[in-house]
Every structure is written in structure tokens, then in C-alpha cells.
């Protein structure tokens, strides 16, 4: 069965400095999100993309942090300038979108996350 | 502000049993309602979803019903098995913008006991 996958799974890196997670969505879908989650609370959304630009964003995405689709079949997150709560696993989601009423085209597929440790 | 409450943070079951997770919220009017499961370490996988205007939904062991008037979902699990040991999330839908835009409850942990 087809899954989203994400890169790397662990990622460290010291306040300050700049990180790039890296997805490869279902080939099929459209539709590209990244959410995250931090130890012990809800999983939120940052962001939603969709056919090359941002959809929706959220509160939390601010300034320092942009997404890109560099090429046909990657999705990245960027953080400029990482902060101590920047840490946190990061989901990355994809989701088709089929003609028609009776699709459940709102369903998101989600990679297994980058587990980011900001020191 | 938008709350999701989803019932106790650990629920524990005998095997066989049916399991029962509830979702409630307020200050929201969601189009639709999910439910994802969510080992550790793992992301979320889907489920269930259920529109505002289903009142029950079924995919095998599986059933969730939605009650817009009283902004709850109820999500069973029959004949539970060990292997059903997981956090059971539920994701509100919005009704504006791309209505991709989820908002998740804190979860509630499932163990099923042999």
C-alpha cells in the first residue's frame, strides 16, 4: 500500500540553526500538509498545500517557518531559526482529491514523523 | 475558543469486550468527524470519518455515531483484541476554507487486556 514517508526520522540540531524536513507524499494525492505533534499534548496543524502554494496556515506558522515542493515529489518544512519549542515529532500528510460526492477525499494519510530535538 | 474533550486519558478493557471512546465538543460546528489510531512513535492512520448529516458509520469491528445536537461522537470497538492497544484520535472537520484543516482531541489511550 502506497505511504507517505519522511526524512530523517530523528533530527537534533542547536537553537538557532536551520533545519529542513523533508516528505514524499503519496504520488496520487494533492493535497500536502504538515502537523506536529509535542510529547504529551495534541497533534496541530501548521500548514495545508495545494497545487504550489499554501492553502491554509496556521497560528503557529509563522515567519520562520516556509514549505516548499522543490520537485514532483517532495514536500519540505523549513525552520529558519530554531527555537527550544520548535521541538516536537513533525508529521507531514498527504491527501488525494477524487470528482465526485461520495469520496472521502478529507481523509489524511500521515508519515511516521520527524522527531525534532532542538538543543 | 473551539474545545474537543475526548473521555479519560486511558481506558482499560478484557479482551472480547466492547470498547467505548467519546468525543465531545464546544464552540464548534464541525462538517464532518474523524477517528485515526495512533501508536507510539507512529503517526496517525485513518480510520473513520462521519459527516454532520450521518448519524452512524460502520467498517467491521469498527462503528462511530455523530450527534450534532448533543456535539458528541461515540466510537466502538467490538470483540476488542489486544492488538486494538492504541490512542484513539478524533479530528474535527471545518465546514469553511479548504475543510482540511483539522482539529484533533488529546486522545484516549486503549489497552486491551488478555
Known amino acids: 500500500e502506497p505511504e507517505v514517508t519522511q526524512t530523517p526520522s530523528h533530527q537534533v540540531t542547536q537553537m538557532g540553526q536551520e533545519v529542513i524536513l523533508r516528505c514524499v507524499p503519496i504520488s496520487n494525492h494533492l493535497y500536502f500538509y504538515w502537523y506536529r505533534q509535542i510529547l504529551g499534548q495534541k497533534v496541530e496543524f501548521l500548514v495545508s498545500f495545494y497545487n504550489n502554494e499554501i492553502s491554509e496556515k496556521s497560528e503557529i506558522f509563522d515567519d520562520q517557518f516556509s514549505v516548499e515542493r522543490p520537485d514532483g515529489s517532495n514536500f519540505t518544512l523549513k525552520i529558519r531559526s530554531t527555537k527550544l519549542e520548535d521541538s516536537a515529532m513533525y508529521f507531514c500528510a498527504s491527501s488525494r482529491l477524487d470528482r465526485g460526492l461520495y469520496h472521502d477525499n478529507e481523509k489524511l494519510f500521515f508519515g511516521s514523523g520527524t522527531q525534532l530535538s532542538v538543543l | 475558543s473551539q474545545k474537543i474533550e475526548q473521555n479519560s486519558e486511558a481506558l482499560n478493557i478484557q479482551e472480547g469486550k466492547t470498547a467505548t471512546l467519546t468525543c465531545n465538543y464546544t464552540?464548534?460546528?464541525?462538517?464532518?468527524l474523524q477517528w485515526y489510531r495512533q501508536d507510539p512513535g507512529r503517526g496517525p492512520v485513518f480510520l473513520l470519518l462521519?459527516?454532520?448529516?450521518?448519524k452512524e458509520k460502520r467498517k467491521e469491528r469498527l462503528k462511530v455515531t455523530f450527534d450534532t445536537t448533543l456535539k458528541q461522537s461515540l466510537f466502538h470497538i467490538t470483540a476488542s483484541q489486544p492488538a486494538d492497544s492504541a490512542t484513539y484520535l478524533c479530528?474535527?472537520?471545518?465546514?469553511?476554507?479548504?475543510?482540511?484543516?483539522?482539529?484533533f482531541g488529546s486522545g484516549t489511550q486503549l489497552t486491551v487486556l488478555p
Open positions: 462521519i459527516r454532520e448529516n450521518e
Open positions: 464552540n464548534y460546528s464541525p462538517a464532518y
Open positions: 479530528a474535527l472537520g471545518p465546514r469553511f476554507g479548504s475543510a482540511r484543516q483539522l482539529t
